[in-house]
């Protein structure tokens, strides 16, 4: 079993940055892609982000396209989303996930997941 913790939500302005963090248990973590996802209120979560076992490759959903970033370092089993120019429609509920795969953007991939970190930004 892989366990999941993210922190680093927060309330922010429009045009500002947080970086949310996300750590794994276990010793098997480079053998896993990981992806972040959101859920705002009244909507159902969406894919946000992932990135490969090695962090050789990364894919974003077309609304975050060049404001976010996704990293990992291995050596620390963490996971990282760099969020910049944030806007208004980015506040949700953001949630860290592992999935056995190469690189996955579907939901239904993820085995594993965290417990959510708030994003808030306001106009």
């Known amino acids: 079993q892989v366990q999941l913790i993210e922190w680093g939500g927060g309330l922010v302005q429009a045009g500002g940055s947080l970086r949310l963090s996300c750590a794994a248990s276990g010793r098997t973590f480079s053998s896993y892609a990981m992806g972040w996802f959101r859920q705002a209120p009244g909507k159902e979560r969406e894919f946000v982000a992932a990135i490969t076992w090695t962090g050789g490759g990364t894919y974003y959903t077309d609304s975050v396209k060049g404001r976010f970033t996704i990293s990992r370092d291995n050596a620390k089993n963490t996971v990282y989303l760099q969020m910049n120019s944030l806007k208004p429609e980015d506040t949700a509920n953001y949630y860290c996930?592992?999935?056995?795969?190469?690189?996955?953007?579907?939901?239904?991939?993820?085995?594993?997941w965290g417990q959510g970190t708030q994003v808030t930004v306001s106009s």
């Open positions: 996930a592992a999935a056995r795969a190469l690189l996955a953007t579907q939901k239904h991939e993820y085995e594993y």
